[in-house]
């Protein structure tokens, strides 16, 4: 029958893992963050000098924002004993590899579909984020919880961006096409309020903020 091993001994064990955890999904969301922060940089380049100065501004602030990411996931990797620069695990190398095949593949001058890409990448790093506190909070992480809670709402604040200025996008370069678009973006705005205020309602997401 194996010995027992004494209680400081297993918290050493359960330490280190829980440390090996934390930073394994830390250096995943900076790779999954700075693969991102290529493209944006790209689209960046793409758009200066246009007169889309309205999406242009929106992938400067996406920029700004993956940059500070970056930085913090850093830091807070080289606080647990990590470095960012590990190799990637395949699901991540997966993960990242498909959104260089969607970046690419619909490369485009056209600012609205940029942006739409920008959408997807966004959203990925927004649940990526919530995985990320979900981890940390339940192995009493709360620095990264915070890091990561941070992630997620800057995420989301850029996503619910997108969505504010995609319909004048959109609209924008239909009529640079010469075609005949009615002035309805308004319309495109109350759908997805609509939309998002039905949600919240589902998941019960308004009582709790109220409560």
Known sequence: MPRAEPDDARDDIMTEKTTATLTTYITDMHALVNHGLRAVERQARMLTGTSDLQALGAVQEFQRTLEGHLKLLDARAEQLGGKVSQPLKDAVTTVTGFLAGLFNRVYTKKACKAIRDDYTFLSHVAVSYLMLFTTANV??????????????????????????????????????????????ERQSRTMLSRAWKREESELGLESNATA
């Not at 604040?157 to 002035?183: C, G, K, T, Y």
Request: charged share 30%; hydrophobic share 45%.
């Open 139 to 184: 192995l009493g992480d709360r620095e990264t919880a915070m890091l990561a809670e941070q992630g997620y709402r800057d995420a989301a604040r850029l996503v619910m961006h997108i969505d504010r200025i995609l319909p004048s996008l959109v609209a924008q370069e239909l009529r640079e096409d010469n075609l005949p678009v009615a002035d309805l």
